[in-house]
């Protein structure tokens, strides 16, 4: 029978089925349909399959294997779930190379590592790592508190939402990495960089953020880019460097170091430049 994610992959079936055991799995179906000149095996019905800590749930599962009875491929088809610790994984359909660890979700997948919840266009789990990659990912997650308001109390956990071409969960390393055209919002905040990374504690709570290779906020009439960004998730502070710019209103500041306050109406500028615009009215002569 079968097995996925996360393990290395077998095939375990009943000796009358023709099908050599070669790794211990469990695996229950409504109805099982051995094809040995075709070299599959295919479950139908409730299909379930265990291994250690491993459970992968769908209809139909189609176990491909070889000559030597070694699993090749697994196809799972029709509402597919995959549980592995606090990694889990949906979509309509997900394909297992038994080669190489590779474990790829299709079909309006959606994927949840800890407090962290992402959906795109493929979810990517490879066997024997605690990483989980996602294409044209989104990424919501709440943080750990919002940053107090006017000299106010801090109010409680914000959502943020990252979207991004691609996103990496490494569990081992208590990091997230999100790749090309990157788009952060958190409140009235947007963040816009190449690549942005996350650290985590222990307990999933992102507590930092940095964004390297060009980075740019927004806030309401508030602007500031600079070429690295490290931005406090509980206190609400980017600092922006690396040739920052900022603006407010008509006024344009250049500086050593930016910090913009997210939630307020302040920006630092440290060895600061202004320009302050004048505006005409209509009509008046320049």
Not at 86 to 101: I, P, S, V
Not at 186 to 210: C, K, M, S
Not at 230 to 258: E, F, H, I
């Amino acid at each position: 029978m079968t097995t996925l994610l996360l393990l290395p992959l077998a095939l375990a079936a009943s000796p009358d089925a023709g099908v050599l055991l070669s790794r211990p799995v469990q695996v229950s179906a409504a109805r099982l349909e051995v094809l040995n000149r075709e070299q599959r095996a295919v479950y139908t019905g409730r299909a379930k399959a265990v291994r250690d800590t491993t459970t992968l749930t769908c209809d139909v599962i189609t176990v491909e294997y070889g000559a030597d009875r070694e699993v090749r491929r697994i196809l799972a088809r029709g509402h597919v779930e995959a549980v592995d610790g606090d990694r889990w994984a949906r979509g309509d359909e997900a394909d297992y190379d038994n080669l190489t660890g590779t474990l790829v979700v299709r079909g309006r997948p959606e994927a949840r590592q800890g407090k962290r919840e992402v959906q795109g266009e493929l979810v990517t789990i490879v066997t024997g790592t605690d990483r989980v990659v996602v294409d044209k990912a989104r990424t919501k997650v709440d943080d750990a508190r919002a940053p107090a308001r006017d000299g106010g109390a801090a109010e409680g956990p914000q959502r943020i939402v990252i979207d991004a071409d691609r996103l990496v969960l490494d569990e081992q390393r208590s990091r997230a990495d999100w790749t090309g055209h990157v788009v952060a919002r958190r409140g009235e905040t947007t963040i816009t960089t190449p690549r942005l990374t996350a650290l985590y504690d222990e307990g999933g709570t992102i507590t930092h953020v940095e964004a390297r290779g060009g980075v740019e906020a927004t806030e309401k009439d508030r602007w500031a880019a600079g070429q690295r960004g490290d931005y406090d998730v509980q206190t609400g502070v980017l600092v922006v460097t690396g040739q920052p710019q900022a603006r407010q209103g008509t006024s344009r500041m250049k500086g050593s170091k930016v910090t913009f306050f997210s939630g307020s109406d302040f920006i630092e500028v440290e060895n600061a430049t202004t320009v302050i615009e004048v505006r005409q009215k209509p009509g008046a002569k320049p």
